[in-house]
């Protein structure tokens, strides 16, 4: 996955996925040339044709080719499988363990850069699981998830224990960012370190 996800004013863009089938020796583009930024790509253990991208999006404009996508055919085409509530709404993160790939963790984030200041936060950005490989997304808030700040939510950083599916890590930034820990997939939150 091509480009800087850390979308600083001075950033490098990419122009979308590319896949080896030989070790890397040899490399291909396999879509997604506008996403401009690909902050992770998780690859399904039992399926290596199944692979989850989670694209940012333009760093400086509005653009359609952002959010979390999927392929089942090893990259010839790409469906969209979460989209934010608005164009300036891309993916922050993946997350999953490999105990259990069908259940995701993306964090969606409404973000711009402008040549003066910066906006992180917004009404698109969110936290959302899938127990289904990503056909269907159920978002976690304070209002379905207990122990969740409030929202607006900016940038979110994810990971997945990888010995303990059920154990989700959650680093939200929001009007009381902290770290915030799972130990039942996301029913349940309880606030950790809340240092800068």
Known sequence: GTGESWVRNSVSIGDGIYKSTDGGEHWNTVGLKDSEHIAR?????????????????????????????????????????????????????????????????????????????????????GLFKSTDGGEHWAELNSNTAKGLPDKPYGRIALAVAPSRPQVVYAMIESKKSALFRSDDGGQNWKQLDVSQ
């Not at 359609?64 to 996508?69: K, P």
């Not at 993916?91 to 490999?98: D, F, G, R």
């Not at 105990?99 to 984030?109: E, I, V």
């Open 41 to 125: 790509i998780l690859v399904d253990p039992k399926d290596g044709n199944t692979v989850y991208a989670c694209t940012t999006g333009h760093l400086w404009d509005d653009n359609e080719e952002r959010g979390v996508y999927k392929t089942t055919d090893g990259g010839n085409s790409w469906k969209k499988v979460l989209a934010g509530a608005n164009p300036s709404t891309g993916c922050a993160m993946l997350a999953t363990s490999s105990q259990d790939p069908k259940t995701l963790y993306a964090a969606l984030w409404d973000f711009r850069r402008q040549a003066w200041t910066f906006r992180s936060g917004g009404a698109g950005s």
